[in-house]
């Protein structure tokens, strides 16, 4: 098993958060993990992504070429990696926020997730990304359920933001419900 994931946004959408969970996922299952950022000088506002590696075997770089897994907040993100996503590879998309119009590559699996929307009804305006982490797993079979949720809660605890791990267990819940496979 390797799963090569880019996740990407403008700067404070949360998927940097986002990709540390993830590898905190596969930490967690004793896989072998990399995380490696690249964000604008602005924290906010600006670019930000970061690619995520999962695999069984050694990783020999931490740069993700072709994800099987692209994780899109916006329509930018989209234009910048979807090109990049291997055929048969997964595309969620944050659809509150990209043209319902859009076209995509009829070889991946598209993922519509009204993100931003779940996120206003459930009262955790920042929880879109912990949405968007419910769907994948769901979607794609990637991690179980309580596996994500586990390390999630681990990673905001370790952070001493415990505070915030019932708004993000319903987040999750509320993503990988979202999802019909």
Known sequence: MKYNIICAEFGGQGVLTAGMVIAGIGSLL????????????????????CNVVVSDTQIAS?????PNILLAMNEPALDKFEQMVVPGGYVFVNADVVSPNREYRSDIHVIKV???????KINN????????????????GIFQYD????????????KGKEKFNDANKLALK???????V
């Open 125 to 140: 305006v920042k929880g879109s990304n912990i949405i968007m982490l419910g769907a994948i797993t769901k979607a794609t």
């Open 30 to 49: 004793k896989k072998h993990v990399t995380w490696f950022p690249s964000y604008g000088s602005e924290m906010r506002g600006g670019t930000a992504n």
């Open 62 to 66: 931490p740069f993700v070429r072709e």
């Open 147 to 158: 596996e994500c949720e586990q390390s999630m809660c681990q990673y905001f605890a370790d």
């Open 174 to 180: 509320t993503g990988y419900d979202s999802v019909t």
């Open 114 to 120: 009204d993100a931003v929307k779940l996120a206003q």
